[in-house]
């Protein structure tokens, strides 16, 4: 049996994007809204894969968007669950920027988003079953 440190550990979720045109503004830069939706769909990846359950995201925290993201670069996406609870999980999700053509990389957009494992109701349920 799986502990909880053992599925938070594999359930760490990563994907690698690269950042194209038609998903830049007039800056040329990442959408703050693509970022969102790309972070929300590897958190929600990451609580799936945490729960092996339906989510569905119930809120997210702060949101730091520490550097802008230019068109032509790779983002790869780190989910990884942050804290349980009973019904509930909250997944870290941190964009890193790469440019493509050297081994440059930083941090760009950080965030929380929080999910709760439904039943076939829609009602919370718990998020994890653990046999003791």
Not at 55 to 72: L, M, N, Q, R
Request: aromatic share 10%.
């Amino acid at each position: 049996m799986n502990t909880i440190n053992e599925l938070i550990q594999k359930s760490e979720t990563r994907i690698f994007k690269a950042v194209f045109p038609n998903t830049t503004n007039h800056y040329e830069t990442l959408f703050g809204g693509t970022a969102l939706q790309l972070m929300d769909e590897a958190s929600f990846i990451c609580a799936t894969r945490f729960s092996r359950k339906k989510v569905v995201t119930i809120s997210t925290g702060k949101i730091d968007f520490e550097k802008p993201i230019p068109a032509g670069t790779i983002v790869e996406l780190i989910a990884r669950i942050q804290e349980v609870g009973r019904t509930s999980c909250t997944v870290l999700v941190e964009i890193f920027r790469e440019d493509m053509y050297s081994y440059d990389r930083e941090k760009a957009v950080s965030g929380l988003f929080k999910f709760v494992a439904i039943d076939k109701n829609k009602k919370p349920t718990p998020i994890i079953d653990l046999k003791e």
